[in-house]
């Protein structure tokens, strides 16, 4: 499975911005797909991540403020990302979680919120 992440750029605090994320490949293996984000000096912690019934979850700082969605194929995924804030400002990764217990990278997308 190859996982290609788009959307990131500059936004100004209040803003939105759409992430996008397509799966290629073995797609019929996975089993979940999350946004993980890293900051300057910060441990990669946990966005948002939608499962293979629909189920999502959310990082405790992004809840009702950020969405995870996914397409009918369910290789791709969105994170819609609004009223954001300069502390959102990361390195936004894609991964995915194989039915083998496997978890799958993409290379990320930057992500600045900045006046």
């Known amino acids: 499975v190859q996982l290609q992440a788009s959307g990131g750029g500059l936004v100004q605090p209040g803003g939105s911005l759409r992430l996008s994320c397509a799966a290629s490949g073995s797609t019929f293996a996975i089993k979940s797909m999350n946004w993980y984000r890293q900051a300057p000096g910060k441990q990669r912690e946990l966005v948002a991540g939608i499962r293979s019934d629909g189920s999502t979850n959310y990082g405790d700082s992004v809840k009702g403020r950020f969405t995870i969605s996914r397409d009918n194929t369910k290789t791709a995924v969105f994170l819609q990302m609004n009223s954001l804030k300069p502390e959102d400002t990361a390195v936004y990764y894609c991964?995915?979680?194989?039915?083998w217990g496997v978890g799958l990278w993409g290379h990320g997308t930057l992500v600045t919120v900045s006046s």
């Open positions: 991964n995915a979680v194989t039915q």
